[in-house]
């Protein structure tokens, strides 16, 4: 699986949009990316994913570069709940369904 | 409610005493998982079983065991537990569709080896 770069943290006003970026210059053309979370030390939850085109849902949206290098989640109102560690993960379909995880970025939501 | 559950949730133990973590999901998911999360090594997978009856090991096997005898259910056996495998484990599961792969994660159980 390609490996992930992201910032180690990120700070974000209360109400505003969060994007957090990540790089995967790596990627292979069959490898989806995944956005996951986690709050403090509980479990991982999963945000999103996709494959080339943009996605979205009711937690955030996911916008990948042309090129497949780079993604942005986009929390678009972040509160004080989204303050968490934010995982992107890249991985193909299939096999161990193993997640790789790697060091994420802290993001705090101020008030 | 769709979830993940683990127990238990936190344990402190002593060195060699034989313990199990249960797992149980109510999704009817093929796929089950378990990491251990430590600081600054994030997480990392233990043992995943794609079904019934069929386990393999991730990337860190030694000194657990596992068995899927059930669909629900994927324990997690520590048959004589050691300092180093003081840690956070978490539970995952997930349907095996293609395009799809959302993982379920448990609680999390806080484990300490004395």
């Known amino acids: 699986d390609a490996k992930t770069t992201q910032p180690p943290s990120m700070d974000c006003a209360e109400g505003r949009a969060a994007n957090l970026p990540c790089n995967h210059s790596t990627i292979s053309g069959n490898e989806y990316v995944y956005w996951y979370r986690q709050i403090h030390s509980q479990g991982p939850q999963y945000i999103i994913h996709g494959l080339k085109n943009n996605e979205t849902n009711e937690m955030a949206s996911l916008i990948i570069t042309e090129d497949r290098k780079s993604s942005t989640l986009i929390l678009p109102h972040a509160t004080l709940r989204d303050t968490a560690v934010y995982y992107c993960i890249v991985r193909t379909q299939g096999g161990s369904e193993k997640l790789v995880f790697g060091k994420g970025t802290k993001l705090t939501v101020n008030p | 409610e769709a979830q993940v559950t683990q127990n238990p949730r936190y344990l402190i133990t002593v060195t060699g005493k034989k313990l199990t973590v249960t797992c149980s999901q109510n999704?009817?998911?093929?796929?089950m998982s378990w990491y251990r999360q430590d600081p600054g090594l994030g997480l990392r997978q233990i043992y995943y079983?794609?079904?019934?009856?069929?386990?393999d090991k991730g990337d860190v096997p030694e000194g657990y065991k596992v068995s899927r005898k059930e669909k629900r259910n994927f324990p997690l056996i520590l048959e004589s537990p050691s300092p180093n495998q003081t840690s956070l484990y978490f539970c995952?599961?997930?349907?095996?569709?293609?395009?799809?792969?959302?993982?379920?994660f448990g609680p999390g159980t806080r484990l300490t080896v004395l």
């Open positions: 999704m009817n998911h093929e796929y």
């Open positions: 995952a599961s997930s349907w095996r569709l293609a395009g799809y792969n959302e993982q379920f």
């Open positions: 079983s794609m079904n019934v009856e069929v386990t």
